[in-house]
Structures are given as C-alpha cells and as structure tokens.
C-alpha cells in the first residue's frame, strides 16, 4: 500500500498544499512547529478517521479559515486505486467520501487507507493505563476487519447502556431483569472481541519478539500475553455469561460493569520482567517499536497488503544502533519519518521534503 498524494486545504497549518510522495522513504524535515506533524496527522485522519493528536474535528480547521477543512489522501495497492476526501465544516461536522461517494458509516472508511503510527507519545502504551494497550489492539484489528469495528462500536454502545442501567436502577428489585435485555448481546459481543484480540497478540508475540532481538542486539526476549477475566478460551462466551453473573452483586454496588473486553489488558514482558511496572524508559520505547513493527508484519499477513508507517519524530529518541536496526526493518514498505534532521548514513534512497513557511518543498 502507498500513499501517492495528499491535498491539503485550511487544514491545521496548512493553507492549500498538494504534495506527491514515494513509495519508499519518505523524510519530512523542518523546524520545531513548522508542520511536520499536521502532515504525518493528515494521513493518520484520512485512514482511522481521527486526528492523533486533537479530539475533536473543528480543532483541524486552520485558525481563521471561514469554510471549513479538506483532507484528500490517494493510495495505490496491489490491485486498486483509491481516493479519500474528508471535508470538516466550520461547525465541526465530518463528511467522509471514498471514490467520491459519500460513505454513512465510518466503520466503511476501515482498510481503505491502513498506516501504522508511533510517536514519542507512543510510549503510554507499554508504561500507562490498559486503556492506552487496548486502543492499540482496537485500531489495528479494526483497520483489518470492518466486524471488528462494528463489534467494537456496538459492545461499547450496549455497555453505556449497561452502566446506565445500573445507576438508574440500582437497589430496585426488577434491575436483574433491566440487565437481561443488553446482556445477551454484550456477552457475544464481548466474547468475539476477547477471541479476536487474543488471535491476533498470538499472531503477532513471535513477530515482535523477533523483532525486538534484532532492536535489542539479542539481549531481550520480548513477551505479550492477552490478560483478561475470562480464563478458559474453550468457551468464552460461556465463561463470560457465568463472570457476569457472579459480578451482579458487585457491578450494582459499583454502578459500573466489572467484566469484560473492555477490563483486559497486555502483558508486555522482556526476559521475564513486566515493562508496565520494571521497565527503563529505553526498554519501554524499544518493546513499543517491536510491537509497531511487528504489527506491519502481522497485517500483511492477514490482508496481503502492507501498511503506510508513519514515523512522527522518533529518531531523537533512538541510538544510532537502534535507528539502524529501524531503517534495516522498513525496508520495502512506504515509510514517513518526520525530523529537525537526517542523516543519509541511514539510507541510499530516499525522498526529502523540507517544510519552509508552511509549505511543503521536495528537495531529493
């Protein structure tokens, strides 16, 4: 999969900019503040639907632009071009075109573009809340299969409605039965997000853990292990049913549902130490790239094309040793990778663009 062209109008920084990029290294380079990350952010938008960086769609509109915001992004796979427009208006409302034909869920823009993202941020994923782990099985697994997403979209639904259940009838004699109307359907929601997830960290240990040798110079085996309350994987729709049911008592004294996908986490470990809690920050940081550039791998597998990797100023938070081991990893994959600087050392092709008063210039 390539990114062949991104259009950009009153978008963040940008006031009207149209930029041509290759297949394979792409370096972005310019000052602190200059764009390089509301570029890389265009992209991310155009395949996942959201900013990386801003919560909400009217932050995306350049200050002092009256008509709103235009994101386009075309990509190149094996088989088929296509095109992803995404208008913001100046009230904050999305319209999301793919192929110029106006999708009305946003589950349709899944797969359509596919990157793979990490940022200095990124680091909140091994050493932060399981949130922040779970959110990273959930994009890329929903990048992957529209079900996942809707699953997803619809267990997150129907557990609202749970939690709103069991505050507006807690102590009430009839709340059991309140419960029995979403329950059905979260517990088979739940349990194929649980079955998927733990699949596809199955899939992608012994991808990581490779790759993080080679990061790690051999020094490190690195661990992932799905963590969740429903222990027997025979049958997690049953397991789960009963842990529902056990946890009753204490979800109404709660007033919040206890069990479930939306509980789980995962375990990131390197030679028998648990990074969440024991690792230095260079561990953390190495574990998160294995995981990014082991997650390239387990997506081709599954789909038969290779996500965009886009790479937001990273390189000042490896050694050189690390920064090679990176650049020997992506190789064959269209790459962003956004810096002050680049040193050439690092690869013979590569195309160049350096940011200059909010505009985009291609020097190499």
Not at 258 to 276: C, E, F, M, Y
């Amino acid at each position: 999969m390539i990114v062949t062209e991104v259009r950009l109008t009153d978008f963040l920084s940008y006031t009207a900019e149209a930029v041509r990029f290759s297949g394979g290294l792409n370096v972005v380079t310019g000052a602190n503040a200059s764009g390089k990350t509301n570029l890389i952010d265009s992209i991310y938008y155009a395949a996942i639907g959201r900013s990386s960086r801003h919560s909400k769609d009217k932050d995306l509109i350049r200050w002092g632009a009256e008509t709103g915001a235009m994101v386009t992004v075309k990509v190149q796979k094996r088989f088929s071009t296509h095109t992803v427009d995404i208008y913001v208006d100046p009230q904050g409302k999305k319209r999301v075109l793919v192929d110029g034909i106006p999708i009305s869920r946003i589950g349709e823009l899944m797969g359509v573009v596919s990157v793979v993202f990490f940022s200095p941020e990124e680091i909140k994923l091994v050493k932060e809340s399981p949130a922040d782990r779970r959110r990273f099985l959930d994009i890329s697994l929903s990048q992957q299969s529209k079900t996942y997403f809707y699953t997803l979209s619809k267990y997150n639904k129907l557990l609202q409605q749970r939690n709103k259940i069991l505050k507006s009838y807690k102590g009430r004699p009839n709340l059991k039965d309140m419960l029995k109307i979403v329950d059905g359907e979260m517990i088979r929601a739940g349990a194929y997000l649980i079955a998927e997830r733990a699949k596809f960290l199955e899939s992608l240990d012994p991808l990581a853990a490779e790759e993080h040798l080679k990061l790690t110079g051999g020094k490190e085996a690195l661990k992932l292990t799905y963590e969740t309350e429903t222990v027997d994987f025979g049958d997690i729709k049953e397991s789960l049913a009963k842990l529902t049911e056990q946890a009753f008592h204490n979800d109404e004294r709660l007033e919040y549902t206890t069990i479930g996908p939306h509980r789980d986490d995962i375990k990131i470990s390197a030679s028998g130490v648990d990074l969440r809690r024991f690792g230095s920050q260079g561990q953390q940081r190495s574990a998160v790239l294995s995981l990014k550039l082991a997650e390239i791998r387990a997506f081709y597998n599954r789909t038969g094309e290779t996500p965009v990797l886009l790479l937001d100023d990273v390189l000042s938070e490896l050694d050189a040793d690390r920064q090679s081991a990176l650049f020997d990893a992506v190789g064959g994959m269209q790459t962003f990778v956004t810096c002050t600087e680049f040193h050439d050392r690092f690869s013979d092709r590569f195309a160049l663009y350096e940011i200059v008063d909010r505009k985009v210039l291609k020097r190499i």
